[in-house]
T-cell receptor, first 113, second 113 residues
Framework: KAGVTQTPRYLIKTRGQQVTLSCSPI?????VSWYQQTPGQGLQFLFE???????NKGNFPGRFSGRQFSNSRSEMNVSTLELGDSALYLC????????????FGEGSRLTVL | GESVGLHLPTLSVQEGDNSIINCAYS??????FIWYKQESGKGPQFIID?????DKRQGQRVTVLLNKTVKHLSLQIAATQPGDSAVYFC????????????FGQGTTLQVKP
């Protein structure tokens, strides 16, 4: 099985712009979660989607949003980018079972100038 | 608030020795814990998990110990190899059927040849 695929792997934006990141989960996985990783704050939960519905949300401003499509692929969007949004954005997928095991992608490295 | 922390930011061991990475958690209601390994430029990789009804769980060269009395979690790696060099994160999932994990800050394991 292919792993979790995230695109793009690297991108550079300027303040005020918006960005959309994409995630394709492992085949058969219906839950997708997004995390932000920075040196200062570590790994922080953004949101989780299952069957096109947001199930959980972390403590991030409304500029951070996401969605999930019927094929379980997910996108997250950050509007009005700030310098502090520079981070590695990680997507993880899981089967909808009792296991909490998440399978992570390699991440999208966002740099905001 | 909820937090998961690691005792040491960096651990340096000799190749072939055993490594022990520690983690303290604060949410006594957490019932599921996971260890992840993250190599440079990659996403976190699942190592081993343990539920709160267990004290110990063994995998291949790895053992996780859970002490609920003092809210402490540890990861033991036997016969540490250079390929084990990475950042190790503990994470807690207060509800096993969600994708929301609370991660610790991470411990960097350096293996000296």
């Amino acid at each position: 099985k292919a792993g979790v695929t995230q695109t793009p792997r690297y991108l550079i934006k300027t303040r005020g712009q918006q960005v959309t990141l994409s995630c394709s989960p492992i085949s058969g996985h219906r839950s997708v979660s997004w995390y932000q990783q920075t040196p200062g704050q570590g790994l922080q939960f953004l949101f989780e989607y299952f069957s096109e519905t947001q199930r959980n949300k972390g403590n991030f401003p409304g500029r951070f949003s996401g969605r999930q499509f019927s094929n379980s692929r997910s996108e997250m969007n950050v509007s009005t980018l700030e310098l502090g949004d520079s981070a590695l954005y990680l997507c993880a997928s899981r089967e909808q079972t009792n296991t909490g095991e998440l399978f992570f992608g390699e991440g999208s490295r966002l740099t905001v100038l | 608030g909820e937090s998961v922390g690691l005792h040491l930011p960096t651990l340096s061991v000799q190749e072939g020795d055993n490594s022990i990475i520690n983690c303290a958690y604060s949410n006594s209601a957490s019932d599921y814990f996971i260890w992840y390994k993250q190599e440079s430029g990659k996403g976190p990789q699942f190592i081993i998990d343990i539920r709160s009804n267990m004290d110990k769980r063994q995998g291949q060269r790895v053992t996780v110990l859970l002490n609920k009395t003092v809210k402490h979690l540890s990861l033991q790696i036997a016969a540490t190899q250079p390929g084990d060099s990475a950042v190790y994160f503990c994470a807690e999932n207060s509800a096993s059927n969600t994708g929301k994990l609370i991660f610790g800050q991470g411990t960097t394991l350096q293996v000296k040849p």
